[in-house]
């Protein structure tokens, strides 16, 4: 078992920057794949980001490529998002993913998620 804890979610005004942490715990949380996606009210969750286990291959979704970047420390066990140029429709509950057994761009492809933090951004 992984355990996700994210933190860094809020209220912020368009233009204004963000950072997510999410820190994991359990089994091998230092060495698997871990991502970030989001979601508004409905049934989809969208792929944001994701990171391979030691920062080799990294992915963004096109919405969201030259604003926000991806990093972890394996040390610490954290994946970090720092998000910057906010737009309004970025406004989610962004929620941290971990170990991916396929496409690390697929929902499906990810075994365990944490409780999701909100991001809002005021227009």
């Known amino acids: 078992q992984v355990q996700l804890d994210e933190s860094g979610g809020g209220l912020v005004q368009a233009g204004g920057s963000l950072r997510l942490s999410c820190a994991a715990s359990?089994?091998?949380?230092?060495?698997?794949?871990m991502g970030w996606f989001r979601q508004v009210p409905g049934p989809e969750r969208e792929f944001v980001a994701a990171?391979?286990?030691?920062?080799?291959?990294?992915y963004y979704a096109d919405s969201v490529k030259g604003r926000f970047t991806i990093s972890r420390d394996n040390a610490k066990n954290t994946v970090s998002l720092q998000m910057d140029s906010l737009k309004p429709e970025d406004t989610a509950v962004y929620y941290c993913?971990?170990?991916?057994?396929?496409?690390?761009?697929?929902?499906?492809?990810?075994?365990?998620w944490g409780q999701g933090t909100q991001v809002t951004v005021s227009s």
């Open positions: 990171i391979s286990w030691n920062g080799a291959v990294i």
């Open positions: 993913a971990a170990e991916a057994g396929g496409d690390m761009r697929r929902r499906g492809s990810w075994n365990y």
């Open positions: 359990g089994r091998t949380s230092g060495s698997i794949g």
